[in-house]
């Protein structure tokens, strides 16, 4: 069964600073990872795709890991702002299960 | 237009009514999806349709009956409800080239209370 971690569960960070989301998943047999931000009681919004195939991938000021083999991903937010503020969640898709959310990070950043 | 729209924004319904939930995209993707969200827990999948066709039923109870009408419109169908199904439930649709392999694009969701 695919567990997918993600560490730490809350995050408080001043404005500017850069920072790092971890997301790790049990079984490495995955077509893709996704990244997503969720505002409260609100919808997911996709922030980044990662085929299973890649490495990485970048938008703007994010930008996403993969280590397949290790069964973990990095989401790196440069130069944070308050309107990052916002619980960020990663999606596992593939096997079984076909997709399986972490629990996400809770992100504050204080202006 | 990468928006995926969901009605109605809040629900509030009786154990033995039966209500709709309604999710439209016009973005062209031949996949759309039920999720179910209950507060701080993750989004856990429910149903999947994947050009018109029902290809994923994740053991849901027959109490919620999905429906996809054409490619752009996809329905859940709710009746006799218990409390506990009472979460936010959000829409997603993909391009679907393949299942699950495509980036993923969620509506607002329908927040439901069964009281």
């Known amino acids: 069964k695919q567990e997918v971690t993600q560490i730490p569960a809350a995050l408080s960070v001043p404005e500017g600073e850069n920072l790092v989301l971890n997301c790790s998943f049990t079984?490495?047999?995955?077509?893709?990872l996704q990244w997503f931000r969720q505002d409260p009681g609100k919808g997911l919004t996709s922030l980044l795709l990662i085929q299973s195939s890649q490495r990485e991938q970048t938008s703007g000021r994010l930008n996403a890991s993969l280590d397949k083999s290790s069964g973990r991903s990095t989401l790196y937010i440069a130069a944070s702002q308050p309107g990052d503020s916002a619980t960020y969640l990663c999606a596992v898709s593939g096997g079984y299960q076909k997709v399986t959310f972490g629990i996400g990070t809770k992100l504050q950043v204080i202006p | 237009d990468t928006e995926v729209t969901q009605t109605p924004k809040h629900l509030v319904m009786g154990m033995t009514n039966k209500k709709s939930l309604k999710c439209e995209q016009h973005m062209g993707h031949r996949a759309m999806y039920w999720y179910k969200q209950k507060a701080k827990k993750p989004p856990e999948l429910m149903f999947v349709?994947?050009?018109?066709?029902?290809?994923i039923n994740e053991s849901v109870p027959s109490r919620f009956s999905p429906e996809c009408p054409n490619s752009s419109l996809l329905n859940l169908h709710l009746h006799a409800l218990q409390p506990e199904d009472s979460a936010l439930y959000l829409c997603a649709s993909s391009q679907e080239r393949g299942l699950f392999t495509d980036t993923q694009y969620f509506g607002p969701g329908t927040r439901l209370t069964v009281l």
């Open positions: 349709y994947s050009y018109e066709k029902l290809s």
């Open positions: 079984d490495s047999a995955i077509y893709n």
